[in-house]
């Protein structure tokens, strides 16, 4: 844009602000014209609405009825006075009375603390001894709970030990248990798979042999290719015989797993079953389950098992420890021992 275009914006603008300001400086003329009007029409009006008034109670002040108002309106000001008067005289009266039973019986409780106090500065002996005897049970208090603290330390460390030594049982089991269905499933694809074959070479006509006949006799002269019979026999052996094996596996397994189960002490049955109480609260705070199934004796779920913080765990080992005879199982001296005397 040129010099000159700019130049016309300009003075364009500026006409175009002198022409607001003077439309303003009009309007606020108008505006006080119209206000000085106003306020002499509100002037007009509150004299002609005094004027109105004094019309219509101007008779008030000949009127006898109006006259025996105001007289009875005064008397009874009057009365209220001497009524409030009399109110205040008896209500300062009240609480010089109260003051003074306040005073009297403020001065027999001081009697009384003071009587208090020459009783205790006698019996201070009594206060020493007493203070005595309870330092001596807060330290054999302090000691129980450093014996218990260590044997807490020691018992989860054992806890963490039997946890994975459980875990790692449950695993073997676990794939053994899944082993074995495979090899039932494949057991039972490859009768039905027999089973369809035998059918069908007797629809046929075939002369092959049954699956539990005995097998033809060795070629010598030439090495004949195994038919379809001979490989399922064959197969059906071997499988028939890891299924041997398996079963014996998992009858050795389970058997240790029963041994383990009936050497477990009673202080890790106690264990376990505070374990598995707080496992309960656990699984239903993370929504899940505290054991696999619902068979009794089930094993707890693994991902309840990892839910436990530090909080689940002092828990656990707290109400193993408040279980009856769990104390006197682990130091029979410590917990045994002699109480503290008694101090009357």
């Known amino acids: 844009m040129s010099h000159g275009g700019v130049t016309a914006s300009t003075r364009s603008d500026l006409d175009d602000i002198s ?5 303003l400086k009009d309007r606020q003329e108008q505006f006080i014209r119209r206000e000085r009007v106003y306020k002499m029409r509100l002037e007009e009006l509150r004299k002609e609405l005094a004027g109105l008034k004094n019309e219509k109670i101007s008779w008030m002040k000949s009127d006898p009825n109006m006259v025996k108002i105001r007289e009875a309106q005064a008397e009874v000001l009057k009365n209220v006075g001497l009524v409030q008067g009399e109110t205040a005289s008896a209500v300062q009266a009240q609480e010089t009375d109260l003051l003074k039973r306040f005073r009297g019986r403020l001065q027999v409780v001081q009697d009384e603390l003071a009587a208090e106090r020459r009783k205790a500065g ?9 203070a005595t005897a309870l330092e001596h049970e807060a330290k054999t208090a302090k000691q129980r709970a450093e014996v218990l603290d260590k044997a807490n ?5 054992e806890n963490g030990f039997l946890t994975r030594q459980f875990e790692s049982q449950e695993d073997d089991r676990a794939l053994l248990v899944k082993q074995l269905v495979s090899v039932k499933e494949e057991n039972s694809a490859l009768r039905s798979e027999v089973d369809e074959k035998e059918a069908a070479a007797k629809a046929r006509g075939d002369a092959l042999p049954p699956l539990l006949a005995p097998a033809p006799a060795p070629v010598t002269e030439e090495k004949k290719a195994p038919d379809a019979d001979t ?5 059906t052996r071997k499988l028939k015989k890891l299924l041997e094996v398996e079963k014996r596996h998992l009858a050795e397994v389970t058997e240790a ?4 189960k009936a050497s477990r002490t009673p202080l890790e049955l106690a264990l376990r079953d505070a374990v598995a109480v707080e496992a309960e609260s656990v699984a239903t705070r993370l ?10 004796g089930a094993p707890l779920d693994s991902a309840t ?7 689940d765990r002092a828990r656990a080992i707290e109400r193993w420890l408040s279980a009856d005879g769990v104390l006197d199982s682990l130091y029979p001296e410590e917990v045994g021992g002699p109480a503290p005397a008694e101090h009357k």
């Open 19 to 23: 022409a607001v300001e003077r439309d």
């Open 122 to 130: 006698e019996g201070a002996k009594e206060w020493i001894a007493r």
């Open 153 to 157: 330390q020691r018992l989860g460390r």
């Open 231 to 235: 490989t399922f026999k064959e197969a």
């Open 257 to 260: 797993h029963e041994k383990w």
């Open 287 to 296: 929504g899940g389950k505290a054991r696999t199934s619902n068979a009794p």
């Open 305 to 311: 098992l990892a839910g436990f913080d530090a909080d």
